[in-house]
């Protein structure tokens, strides 16, 4: 490993990066042609990161009948206290955001109109990109209370921008309104219901279909 600055070889390029953050975390033994597969790069260029990194003794290699196999070598320091700890923090920014969401919404006074958040588009899709949006979907139980809600997700959303450069976009809508539109077919409430994370409050189908006493 490459004592002074080591991160300039390891860390250098997406192919390498995605390399790592997939055998981190599926903590899983594969060969060369499964990586490519599964981090959408080609078998050449995968290879080529591959004997980097276990040049840079960030990986082991070792063979299974005539496959050579790869996975993450844990005795090594720059596995272990390096990259570990960045990893599992990349994999928690989402979680954060919304923890900050959830905090932001339980100590407001216009919590209990607040019927649903949930998190829909490009970031819940994991295709977001450096200057996407947050998309939410914000229910309220009554019309009056939208400049309220309005407001609150504003405030939220200068902490949120602030700390990641994101900014939130708040669709809000009553229970009746986002029912109402449901009915009618528009796109936007049929995508969110095709795929949505619940981030506070009742599930969006409960909303649509409520049970009947």
Do not use: C
Not at 92 to 120: C, M, Q, T, Y
Not at 136 to 141: F, G, P, S, T
Not at 148 to 164: G, H, V, W
Not at 168 to 196: C, D, H, W
């Amino acid at each position: 490993m490459k004592i002074t600055n080591p991160l300039d070889e390891i860390l250098n390029n997406e192919t390498k990066i995605k390399i790592l953050r997939f055998l981190f975390r599926t903590n899983a033994e594969w060969n060369g042609r499964q990586i490519a597969m599964q981090i959408k790069r080609t078998p050449a260029a995968t290879h080529k990161a591959l004997q980097v990194l276990h040049k840079e003794g960030v990986l082991i290699l070792h063979n299974i009948g005539k496959t050579h196999v790869y996975t993450l070598n844990k005795d090594n320091f720059a596995v272990t206290d390096i990259l570990k700890p960045l990893f599992e923090k990349e994999n928690k920014i989402l979680l954060h955001i919304l923890d900050i969401i959830r905090k932001g919404i339980s100590a407001s006074k216009v919590r209990k109109h607040i019927k649903s958040v949930a998190l829909f588009g490009s970031v819940n899709y994991k295709q977001d990109h450096s200057t996407s949006d947050i998309d939410l979907a914000v229910i309220i139980d009554n019309i009056k209370f939208k400049p309220m809600a309005e407001l609150l997700f504003e405030e939220i959303d200068k902490k949120i921008s602030r700390d990641f450069g994101n900014a939130l976009s708040p669709y809000v809508q009553t229970e009746k309104g986002f029912k109402n539109r449901y009915r009618k077919g528009f796109a936007l409430i049929k995508n969110i219901m095709k795929s949505y994370k619940l981030i506070y409050g009742s599930r969006l189908e409960t909303i649509i279909w409520p049970l009947k006493s």
